[in-house]
């Protein structure tokens, strides 16, 4: 439990960095392709692509590894602005947390590609631990946070 209480907390101490770069959290959903889905939604897809990286990793699957990393890359928006499910109290922390959690599905996503690419398994199951480690912190942040009213 330490590692991901680290975890969490070093995205939480990043996030102003991801704040101060140019890139807000509506710029960052805005610039994805916006999908008939609930973030709820999105997260089960997250979630089932984590898996298929997972198997793909232990199949020693490149191009099963690499399409479920892609699918994490290029994840689509959903339908609604992902912090409206928080209260109105949380949704500045929430913006704060999906950019920095979102910067590092990217490095992860990346390095989970690069090291199938190159049959480095090893490196591959590492990347994808950081990842699983990084969703479940995220999760852990906010789940009992969701405003269920919307």
């Keep these: ?3 991901l209480m680290s975890l969490a907390l070093a995205c939480f101490l990043i996030a102003p960095l991801a704040q101060a770069e140019e890139r807000t959290a509506d ?8 999908a008939d889905m609930t973030y709820r ?11 298929m990286i997972q198997e793909g990793i232990v199949r020693e ?4 590894t690499k399409t479920a990393a892609q ?9 609604h602005n992902p912090w409206t499910i928080m209260a109105d109290d949380d949704q500045a922390a929430f913006k704060q947390s999906l950019l920095s959690y979102d910067k590092v599905l990217d490095i992860e996503a990346t390095n989970v590609v690069e090291a199938a690419v190159a049959g480095d398994w090893f490196g591959a199951s590492s990347s994808a ?7 479940i912190a995220c999760h852990a942040m ?8 919307n």
């Design 27 to 34: 710029q960052l959903v805005a610039s994805k392709t916006q």
């Design 1 to 3: 439990m330490k590692p």
């Design 41 to 51: 939604q999105l997260m089960e897809l997250m979630g089932a692509s984590l898996t």
């Design 129 to 135: 631990h950081a990842l699983t480690n990084a969703c």
């Design 142 to 149: 906010w789940k009992n946070k969701v405003d269920s009213t």
């Design 61 to 64: 699957n490149a191009e099963l």
């Design 71 to 79: 699918m994490i890359l290029k994840h689509a928006a959903p339908n």
